[in-house]
């Protein structure tokens, strides 16, 4: 067994059986020991914060931007961005993941939806024990039993955009994976899906749309027990029609280059990985009396090659009403609004600019029936709709429902333009709601 298998091993047992927390003030405590230990060990390896306070209050916020700017000074490895960007691009361009810098670093590259890229690096160590905690997070009992020893080997069909080299880190002999890349064409994936068929899917909701989509035609025949979404926001709609091609419920892994943020529980709702990360809100006044969506700010205390400490996402994060029936104390999702320029704007009563959240946006596409998909884009005044399939009356309806919805919120309604769909590539992430200009 190799170290990195054996990392994974001993990171999936902690996550999957060790002493977990069973309340908030448990899970608080366990926190502050492990950031405790963060702050004095990892952080002061970073130049960025050598000199700094060592409380998580007194340090700055950063973002990706701040981050990029003085990428060497965030990593304990000496790696300068364009050193980095030299491996991730190499790799991309070739298809071929493994190069990595010396000691094991691999370098992550995210498109990243709001246009800048993304650039992480992660240790031999890491990857294995990220590996080993989002499969203890995911695989169901059923899917665990295969990888001990009954039956063949578990086999995991994971399609990603690039870098297959820190999900290579899987691969085991109770695991069969198999690396999907999206640049491949739909009709490579369904022949080789069907010639080896997955009990494990995961992959982007474009791509589980397309996929369930195949199924219905017959096209595709597999029967996986296991659908996992990942990389992008899963819309209701996406979940209800892999639902109904496999009758199974579509996990949700919310996860980014910067780290693995949460995942779903067995009641079907996703729960931030607080015993790894540390995550503080910035609530977002929207209104309401007690705010209810927040950017996380993260601080992950796992991770020591690249360090993030209270690094703001764009991300927009509604927080559960209740407790989980699950009785998992971390914080639970009513639901992930994608990134904060998801978010559109009309002039509100007052005429100041209000706040329309996506959920809200879906809710009301939701209503106009026969509609199969959708993308909306915000260009000041005008909202342009593109719709599958175009229809009259379909447009119409559109028209309505957009109308009424910011009408209801007291907003000014838009110019609703509606025109006719345009396929993405599998490679482009499907952002439905955009505000190019408010
Ligand atoms: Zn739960």
Redesign the pocket.
Known sequence: MSAGTLGAVAAFAGARWGRRPNDRAALEALQQKRLARFLADVLPRAPFYRDRPCTLAELPIVDKATTLARFAEFNTVGVTLDRALEVALAAERSRDFAPTLPGGVTVGLSSGTSGTRGVFLVSDAERARWAGVMLARLLTTASLRRIAGWGPPLRIAFFLRANSNLYATLGSRRIAFAFHDLLDPLSAHLARLNACPPDVVAAPPTVLRLLADAASTGALTIAPRQVVSVAEVLEADDAAAVAAAWDVPVQQVYQATEGFLGA??????I?LNEDLLHIEPEWIADGATTPTRFHPIVTDFTRTTQVVARYRLDDVLRVADAD?????P?R?LASIEGRADDVLWRPGPDGRPLAIFPDVVRRAMALVGGLRDYRLEQHGGEWRVRVQPLEADLAVSVRRELTAMTARLGAVPPLVQVGAWEDTPLTGKRRRIRCLAR
């Open positions: 779903t529980c067995a009641h079907g709702r729960h989980c029936p699950c009785g998992a971390t639970s």
